[in-house]
């Protein structure tokens, strides 16, 4: 672990305040929108437009590396983000922000594909998983701060939209002047989603249902709090409560993983998170409540990501793994764009009202829960000694990490079998 932080500290800590960021700009945009008067259903629009800016930066930020480098596009990339950040109070208009939000998730796509490969070169077989693991941490508690820095400034005013812009313009320093070489980028050429959904139909299904259920998370918690009426401070807290939960919860399951049928545990994990969705969606006007059901929410939906990602790695060869990365992250995508134009709809007076919210992530998480009941019914469980490892992922990271997890997957697999060709 110290080894990992005397080589990558500087680009651990640009990557969290990154994150504190990009975590301040979906919070700030909410509770602004209330006040802004803008309808729910609008909002929904302004929150899907950052998924789909991420999702076209994931397929663009690798060819823009190749042609003109890291630095240059990190650097490009910043400027953007900074000025966006700057612009939405001054321009406080619905399809203003949506074209922001836009911009800015392409912008933080190919910032974390830039970061992720710096952290990939800077890591090795011997500490990958303590790197994954701590990127990981890093980013989740970097979410969970940004709620915190939300009552600082008044979301009225300009002051916490010129916090998130310091603070991303600043997390380019540590990360620019000490990492040092330049890694060479190199992508995978991505399994199709035809071949794909024939290796593991439980894996993309689950990875688009949870597309939704995160895009809900991310982006569509702050406009649900204020449309409840609560007060800012108790924004931030449900808000950090999911990715509080993520953090609590995400090793005890990956353990669980590495010892049982994995489609087992997804049911679990899905049933146990809708369960916390109908708590939320019946008990929301008790804060206590809404607060516990935030926490069993992130806390069983974000080890989701990773544990799909490993169940779908048990029905492939070594050399597919990385291919696969890309496809699964893309599914993933195109669940989060819809996730929350959906939510908005559903969240409309004219439907449920805020409680919604809770609704929907209750309706993908219980359709996962019996999509993977019926997939243990249709083909044989892999024994656990003939698993995969299944590595720690958060749900913000772009492809490359994702192959950067496959790596340290493939390569912890090959060291085990050999350990144990060489005991026999």
């Known amino acids: ?40 259903l609008q909002m929904s629009f302004v929150m899907s437009a950052y998924f789909i800016g991420f999702l076209g930066g994931s397929r663009l930020a690798p060819e823009m590396i190749r042609r003109v480098g890291h630095v240059r596009v990190f650097a490009a990339l910043a400027s953007l983000i900074s000025a966006v950040m700057i612009l939405y109070p001054a321009v406080a208009n619905p399809i203003a922000w949506m074209l922001g939000r836009a911009l800015i998730g392409f912008c933080f796509s190919g910032v974390y594909v830039t970061a992720e490969s710096w952290l990939n070169n800077a890591s090795d077989n011997a500490n990958r998983g303590k790197a994954l693991s701590l990127y990981m941490i890093v980013q989740t508690m970097g979410i969970v701060t940004a709620q915190a820095l939300m009552l600082v400034g008044d979301p009225a005013g300009y002051e916490t939209f010129v916090i998130a812009s310091v603070v991303i313009s600043v997390s380019f320093a540590p990360i620019l002047l000490s990492i040092s070489p330049t890694p060479a980028f190199e ?52 808000i950090a409560t999911f990715y509080i939960g993520a953090i609590v919860l995400q090793y005890p399951l990956g353990w669980m ?17 809708g369960g916390a969705a109908i708590l939320g969606m019946m008990m929301g006007g008790d804060y206590s409540y809404l607060l516990l ?42 669940g989060a764009i819809a996730g929350p134009l959906i939510t908005g709809w559903i969240m409309s007076d004219a439907v449920f009202g805020p409680s919604g919210y809770f609704l929907f992530m209750a309706i993908l998480l219980i359709t996962l829960a019996v999509y993977a009941l019926y997939r243990t019914t249709q083909r044989a469980a892999i024994p656990a000694d003939e698993t995969g490892i299944m590595s720690p992922m958060a749900l913000t990271g772009s492809p490359v990490v994702v192959e950067f997890a496959q790596e340290y997957a493939i390569e912890t697999e090959i060291e085990e079998q050999e350990a144990a060709s060489e005991a026999n």
């Open 293 to 334: 059901a935030a926490f069993f929410i992130g806390g069983m939906s974000n080890p989701l990501y990773s544990l799909l990602i490993a169940h779908t790695n048990d029905y492939l060869d070594h050399d597919d793994m990385a291919a696969a990365s890309g496809g699964l992250v893309f599914i993933n995508g195109l």
């Open 1 to 40: 672990m110290l080894q990992v932080l005397s080589s990558a500290w500087a680009l651990l800590l640009g990557m969290g305040m990154l994150m504190i960021g990009n975590g301040m700009q979906g919070t700030i945009l909410g509770v602004r929108g209330a006040m802004e008067g803008f309808s729910t």
């Open 187 to 238: 992508t995978t050429k991505p399994m199709s989603l035809r071949e794909l959904m024939n290796v593991s139909p439980l894996g993309c299904v689950g990875m688009f249902l949870l597309g939704g259920v995160f895009s809900a998370q991310f982006g569509m918690s702050a406009v649900y709090a204020a449309e409840a009426g609560l007060t800012l401070s108790q924004i931030s807290i449900f």
């Open 257 to 273: 993983s590495d010892w049982m049928d994995r489609r087992i545990l997804v049911l679990a994990v899905s049933a146990l998170g």
